[in-house]
């Protein structure tokens, strides 16, 4: 079974003399100064882009937008509010509190603003999805780019979409509730980072009334109105065809496979998600630079073996296997001494060119994954490298 999502733009469209002009609103917020974050299907196809201030609107300009993660960056000048605080420093935690600001369902509500609580309800979107948390607190269409914040009122997340409720009614008979989800806190700052944003971060600080942190939210959340406008009475008039360009629309396995590649040999891809964040293109672009090629950035299938040509950049010896099980999938190793690692880091065992992602560590032992090489050719007491 297949559900659906919709995105949490409102949408109003307006057609005379031939032309169709279309109208969306959602909501952003500050993260530095002259500088908002929304969301890119809020911002996608707009003609022009207004935020709407309490003492007026002011025109905004995208410095960057990146469809699959779905943010965007806008630049305005002249607004007098505040700047939210998004929490890098310490990881959001399932059941925690999670409320929503933002300006929804266009003009119909509130014009300064609406503030819902709930909680995180899951660290992972629709169908396992990394990148996104799902949260409890209702959203509605014109919430999309709001904050996600926490009971301190820093930054967890970007509100992104719902699930789809009629959708979600055919497949199986019931309507969802307060399925909700957000982009997380660790896409929202590399993307910000990626785009050299110095951003006010964060970490655990005690909490403080729900009264105060919408009053927080209200001082740097702002609606924001795209306006578009397409030709559609006159037939359009035939185009030479473009010369084709590389495409990004690859298995999200095989962008995973490329990040784990690219990390192993010292290319800093970011968490091996499958995303196509800025992080990873980054890391592609330099890699395709290394093996000469054009740093375009994509990601492709014949991108992914020409990274393994690469030597593996392998650290220094932290441990050894001391057990195998479940076939040639998984073993526990033995640290030499506790070292700083933690749960998803990548080790190598240089001997039969395995590598493995650690998924539990409990005092001086750990259990590795392997997610590259022929697991079958493991031995007890090989020698295991920290990676990354």
Same mark, same amino acid.
């Given at each position: 079974m297949r559900l659906n999502l919709c995105h949490l733009a409102t949408v109003a469209a307006l057609v005379a003399s031939g032309v169709a002009s279309a109208q969306s609103s959602g909501s952003a917020f500050v993260v530095a100064p002259g500088l908002l974050v929304t969301n890119h299907h809020v911002v996608d196809n707009c003609g022009a882009i207004d935020v709407i201030a309490s003492d007026g609107r002011r025109p905004a300009a995208i410095v960057d937008s990146v469809e699959i993660i779905d943010l965007a960056l806008l630049r305005v000048y002249g607004l007098r509010g505040g700047i939210a605080s998004i929490r890098a420093e310490t990881p959001v935690l399932l059941g925690e509190q999670a409320t929503v600001f933002g300006f929804p369902l266009g003009g119909a509500l509130s014009s300064t603003g609406n503030f819902t609580t709930g909680v995180v309800s899951s660290l992972r979107g629709l169908n396992d999805s990394a990148g996104q948390i799902q949260i409890t607190a209702p959203v509605q269409p014109g919430n999309s780019g709001g904050p996600v914040l926490d009971r301190s009122g820093g930054v967890i997340g970007v509100v992104e979409s719902k699930l789809d409720a009629l959708q979600t009614v055919k497949a199986t008979g019931d309507i969802p509730q307060n399925v909700n989800f957000a982009v997380s806190v660790s896409v929202l700052t590399d993307f910000l980072n990626q785009n050299n944003v110095t951003f006010k971060s964060v970490g655990p600080r005690a909490a403080?009334?729900?009264?105060?942190?919408?009053?927080? $939210?209200? #001082?740097?959340?702002? %609606?924001?109105?795209?306006?578009? !406008?397409?030709?559609?009475?006159? &037939?359009?008039?035939?185009?030479?065809?473009?010369?084709?360009?590389?495409?990004?629309?690859?298995?999200?396995?095989?962008?995973?496979?490329?990040?784990?590649?690219?990390?192993?040999?010292?290319?800093?891809?970011?968490?091996?998600?499958?995303?196509?964040?800025?992080?990873?293109?980054? $890391?592609? #672009?330099?890699?395709? %630079?290394?093996?000469?090629?054009? !740093?375009?950035?994509?990601?492709? &299938?014949?991108?992914?073996?020409?990274?393994?040509?690469?030597?593996?950049?392998?650290?220094?010896?932290?441990?050894?296997?001391?057990?195998?099980?479940?076939?040639?999938?998984?073993?526990?190793?033995?640290?030499?001494?506790?070292?700083?690692?933690?749960?998803?880091?990548?080790?190598?065992?240089? #001997?039969?060119?395995?590598?493995?992602?650690?998924?539990?560590?409990?005092?001086?032992?750990?259990?590795?994954?392997?997610?590259?090489?022929?697991?079958?050719?493991?031995?007890?007491?090989?020698?295991?490298?920290?990676?990354?």
């Open positions: 403080i009334p729900t009264t105060q942190i919408a009053e927080m $939210a209200q #001082s740097f959340t702002y %609606k924001i109105r795209c306006k578009a !406008a397409v030709k559609t009475a006159a &037939k359009p008039e035939r185009q030479k065809p473009e010369p084709s360009k590389p495409t990004t629309s690859v298995p999200q396995k095989v962008v995973k496979e490329i990040q784990i590649a690219l990390n192993l040999r010292g290319f800093d891809a970011g968490p091996a998600d499958g995303i196509m964040g800025p992080r990873t293109r980054a $890391a592609i #672009s330099s890699a395709q %630079k290394t093996l000469g090629r054009v !740093a375009d950035g994509l990601p492709s &299938k014949a991108l992914l073996r020409s990274i393994k040509s690469i030597p593996i950049s392998s650290g220094k010896v932290i441990g050894r296997i001391t057990a195998l099980f479940k076939g040639d999938k998984r073993f526990v190793f033995e640290f030499f001494d506790v070292p700083n690692a933690r749960v998803g880091d990548l080790v190598f065992i240089d #001997s039969v060119g395995v590598t493995a992602k650690i998924d539990k560590i409990k005092g001086k032992f750990a259990i590795a994954d392997v997610i590259e090489g022929n697991g079958k050719r493991l031995r007890v007491k090989a020698s295991i490298r920290r990676v990354r």
